[in-house]
């Protein structure tokens, strides 16, 4: 089992930045795969952005169009923790952020497709 716990959201201003973090810990050794997904009222959970690795620390990272140029995802490997720096905030992103972990490198785009999950955190975007 993998425990995540996400750190970080809160309130900003559009324009603004955040920065989240999500700590892995548990069987962290099986896990090859991690993301960021969101959740608004009334919408479907959606991958916001996610990154792999593979044994050497070879890493690969993806983001949803709505997001590139803006997020960028990271991981410290040492420290068993991802990240999420979000700038350029609009209030279109406010969302519930989910940290989330698999362990399959060939990552599912769908959010049915991960097995681990953080319990979130809200990330608000006033205009």
């Known amino acids: 089992q993998v425990q995540l716990v996400e750190s970080g959201g809160g309130l900003v201003q559009a324009g603004g930045s955040l920065k989240l973090s999500c700590t892995a810990s548990g069987r962290t050794s099986s896990t090859a795969a991690m993301g960021w997904f969101r959740q608004a009222p009334g919408k479907e959970r959606e991958l916001v952005a996610f990154?792999?690795?593979?044994?050497?620390?070879?890493?690969?990272?993806d983001y949803a169009d709505f997001v590139k140029g803006r997020f960028t995802i990271s991981r410290d490997n040492a420290k068993n923790t991802m990240y999420l720096q979000m700038n350029s905030l609009k209030p279109e992103d406010t969302a519930v952020y989910y940290c989330?972990?698999?362990?399959?490198?060939?990552?599912?785009?769908?959010?049915?497709?991960?097995?681990?999950w953080g319990q979130g955190t809200q990330v608000t975007v006033s205009s």
């Open positions: 989330a972990a698999d362990t399959n490198p060939l990552v599912s785009h769908y959010y049915t497709g991960w097995a681990y």
């Open positions: 990154i792999t690795w593979t044994a050497g620390t070879t890493y690969y990272a």
